[in-house]
């Protein structure tokens, strides 16, 4: 599966954004997929996660009740609504994807990788 994230911009604290990760192939329900961020001279970090079916997510604390992961299958998308942003969010948003939606979410442990979209939150 390709995977390509979009959506990233500059916004001001307080403000929201939606991300967008388009993928295809005809197995795309098949796939969990997840965002991960990385801020300059960080790693990258783990945000959310989302089931296949669309029917379990999980996300980090750092973004708990702000950032919604979401995903239309019909479409081969997934989204993340990203809201009351804060400086500490900017960073480059990933999506990626595996199989197997149980166990640990590293980086490593992802199978397919889309291209990053810049997230630059101003204060």
């Known amino acids: 599966v390709q995977l390509q994230a979009s959506g990233g911009g500059l916004v001001q604290a307080g403000g929201s954004l939606r991300l967008s990760c388009a993928a295809s192939g005809r197995t795309f329900s098949s796939y969990a997929i997840a965002w991960f961020r990385q801020a300059p001279g960080k790693e990258r970090e783990f945000v959310a996660r989302i089931s296949g079916s669309g029917d379990s997510t999980y996300y980090a604390d750092s973004v708990k009740g702000r950032f919604t992961i979401s995903r239309d299958n019909a479409k081969n998308a997934v989204y993340l609504q990203v809201s009351s942003l804060k400086s500490e969010d900017t960073a480059v948003y990933y999506c990626?994807?595996?199989?197997?939606?149980?166990?640990?979410?590293?980086?490593?442990?992802?199978?397919?990788w889309g291209k990053g979209t810049q997230v630059t939150v101003s204060s």
């Open positions: 990626a994807a595996r199989i197997i939606y149980s166990g640990r979410w590293y980086p490593d442990g992802m199978d397919y």
